[in-house]
């Protein structure tokens, strides 16, 4: 579980985040949108702890996150926009060697088992990274999360840039991951995506977070129309 408790982040006059109060239940996704600057990265790096809260707690399971501190981490995992790995292993040695990092020893068989679970096709297990799509390496991703066997996984902007077909695969397993009890947060731009792949949706804007829906309340169409009311 995700809880933001009046978390706050100030650099130097600006106020980047502004008492932002949230919770994520396992088998919840939150889909964050909001304009450029509005806050959605500084609140994923607040609970990954890349970046120290001014006031407000983040917590991860009940527990806060401390910036530099392993207890919260290992039950999180991160999506960037573009997943960046080692690009001269294979996605199976990417997998493995990040699967040990987190503790976990896999046979090669439970690796590739990660990896077509998350819908990465068997040719592509023993290719080098750096030939491999965008697409490609959120599924790695993914599979790494599934691997640690996190129970929350935070994602910026993970749909900008991928084709509507690649789109399609990510949305079914985001919603395979929310089954599966995970929590999620999103940060995205994507109204469509949000509204299909969503449990929750928050609007940013200045810091705050000015509305929380619940997806199946609203439709593309009406959701458009409040972002566009709110930003
Ligand atoms: N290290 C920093 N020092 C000063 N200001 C910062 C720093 N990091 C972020 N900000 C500011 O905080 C605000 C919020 O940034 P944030 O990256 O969270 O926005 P965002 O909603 O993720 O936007 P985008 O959609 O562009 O990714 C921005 O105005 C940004 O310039």
Known sequence: ?????????????????DNLNLEIKAGEVFCLLGQNGAGKTTTINLFLGFTAATSGKALVNGQEVVPGAAATRRHIAYIPEVVMLYEQLSALENLDYFSRLAGFIYSQAQLSAFLLRCGLHEEAHRRALKGFSKGMRQKVGIAIALAKDASAILMDEPTSGLDPRATDEFTRLVLELGRQGKSVLMATHDIFNAVSLG???????RGQLIHTLNASDINAGDLQKLYLQTI
Do not use: D, P, V, W
């Not at 579980?1 to 600006?14: G, N, P, V, W």
């Not at 449990?199 to 804007?205: E, Q, W």
């Open 1 to 17: 579980m995700l809880q933001a408790i009046s978390l706050s982040k100030q650099y130097q006059s600006f106020r980047a985040l």
């Open 199 to 205: 449990t929750h949706i928050g609007i940013m804007r």
